[in-house]
């Protein structure tokens, strides 16, 4: 089973950046399609972005234009560049793969202040 490690969260004043890495195992992760979660306190998980084993994007309305997803097939990485970052942003960031599917981290927690 591909296992994910999540990093490079933090805490940030709102308007500001982070960018998050996720590093994954398995001889084949350019076949995997890849995505990162949040979930907020409280609620549910939730997709923010993925990408496909083609690098092709797909973003949460409410992340559109601030945040970008990206690979490296070459390092098995996969990141997510957060810009302009809002206090509803707070939340524990998680990465995963399909197919197959990943056994899910801890979580990188991301929590901006306003």
């Known amino acids: 089973q591909v296992q994910l490690v999540e990093s490079g969260g933090g805490l940030v004043q709102a308007g500001g950046s982070l960018r998050l890495s996720c590093a994954a195992s398995g001889r084949t992760f350019s076949s995997y399609h890849m995505g990162w979660f949040r979930r907020p306190p409280g609620k549910e998980r939730t997709l923010v972005a993925s990408?496909?084993?083609?690098?092709?994007?797909i973003y949460a309305e409410s992340v559109k234009g601030r945040f970008t997803i990206s690979r490296d097939d070459a390092k098995n990485m996969v990141y997510l560049q957060m810009n302009n970052l809002k206090p509803e942003d707070t939340a524990v960031y998680y990465c995963n793969s399909w197919f197959p599917v990943g056994s899910w981290g801890q979580g990188t927690q991301v929590t901006v202040s306003s």
């Open positions: 990408i496909t084993n083609a690098g092709r994007t």
